[in-house]
């Protein structure tokens, strides 16, 4: 038999508060109130720019335009036997991006305009010219239309002028990527490049970390826009 025991029915009615409360607290969140999902920074991947991936992706660059090799600059394969210590055999970035832009159909500074030797340093000079206007490339504003138009599928370059003209510079190309906002901000630009260390994806941070003023501000982006 229940027996009614005055002195505990304050409590009792404390923790039937407390239970009502605890559960109430514990409905399922709204779809208003739920974590933001993921969105890329500067849009969706676009079919050209599936294309153009597939085609940076088809170059191989982790295994060919290998640091102190001397290579053909369109394929990135040693032309002059593993022994060769002549000029020409130190990094290949400018070779690969000029070899990725003229399987676009796009021009860019190359051998036999300019030897291999300082190439990315001319480059950045030809790019801020009106001959590179006049073939389509346009300066582009902020690393978040660089990566825009590279999901767009535009051809687009991170170029870096070494301050000392005898020093190499570099030059990289800007893979499609939806990357977020804070990814962008953090790293830059999603990247292909030959160099000390070739990398079919990686960021402008990484990519330009050898190259002292390079990142954040020091680079300069292009991007080859239909005419």
Known sequence: MFIFNKTRAPALLLCGIFLLAA?????????????????????????????????????????????????????????RGGDYEGPGNHTHCSAFSAAAAKRLGVYLLRPPEHGQLLLANAQAKWLDSAAAEKEGWRRVSGMQRAQSLANQGSLVLVVYANPDPHVPGHVAIVRPSEKSARELEENGPQIIQAGTHNHNSTNVRIGFSSHPGAWPDGASYYAHLPQ
């Open 23 to 79: 559960v109430a607290g514990q409905r399922p969140q709204s779809a208003a109130s739920a974590p933001p999902k993921h969105e890329p920074c500067c849009g969706p991947i676009a079919p050209a720019g599936d294309r153009l991936a597939s085609l940076l992706d088809s170059m191989n660059v982790e295994a060919l335009w290998i640091a102190g090799q001397h290579i053909n600059w369109e394929t990135g394969e040693p032309d």
